[in-house]
């Protein structure tokens, strides 16, 4: 029982005593972050502080924006880069012949009756360029600079064969139609120059339909062109094209090598 008696009043005092030692730690807390309470130095000091800690973060804020619109104008500069690219692709491909292609033009059609020989489709093909053709087909076979319009036969018997024009190696059927994109009048003009291609098939009673069409659709080519045996060709060093390129990279070169026997 006498345990019993001591316990209690012990345990309200420590209750008591750990209840005013938190009501001056708070008193102390409140006075430490109270800046009037504090002394003159202390206060320089703080201010000093704050002061270099807001000139850094000035500074990092500076820097950190230079990074920023040096990364923008970087990809800015990437974007371009892979839009001309990207542009210089397009304009490759249509060269090539690789890609379908539309736009205004004419259209020549040759019909069986007129007797036309692959001669001519190569002479009428060549004033097209010439007119300023942009894309050219035949039959819907791209022209490119690696096509082929040549004549082929089928040898039945000794007394029986037939001879034929092909395209790209191609059998070519009538009616053939010759589309070509470009400025039409230009184009017109081109193939009706007096005493030009289609005043020599007159000659011959071919008069092959010539019509101007606003919107012409022109296929790709159906096997794309592979090179086995062209690499890009680097002049060996000494050459005297490495030469010229080492006197315009370093142009103090050229009196030394003057003065030198």
Known sequence: MSK????????????????MLSLQFQAQTRIASDLTLQRTETLIA??????????KLALEII??????RSQVESNRDEETLLESIDL?????????????????????????YMPIIYTDLLNIVNELWNAGAEAISINEHRITGYSTISVAEDIFSEANYSIFMTVNHEKLEY?????????????????????GIMDNLALFNAYPKIEKVEELEIPAIQKPVTYYFMNEYKPPEGTIAEEKKDEAANPLTKPLRNILP
């Open 175 to 195: 009616p053939i139609v010759i589309k070509t994109i470009g400025n039409a009048n230009n184009l017109e003009k081109g193939l009706t120059l007096p005493g």
């Open 88 to 112: 210089e692709m397009k304009k490759l491909q249509i060269v090539n012949g690789t890609t379908p292609v539309k736009g205004p033009g004419l259209t020549i059609t040759i019909e069986e």
């Open 46 to 55: 703080m201010v000093r502080g704050l002061s270099e800690k807001r000139q």
């Open 63 to 68: 820097d950190l924006g230079a990074q920023l």
């Open 4 to 19: 019993i008696r001591w316990s209690i009043p012990i345990t309200i005092v420590l209750l008591c005593l750990g209840i």
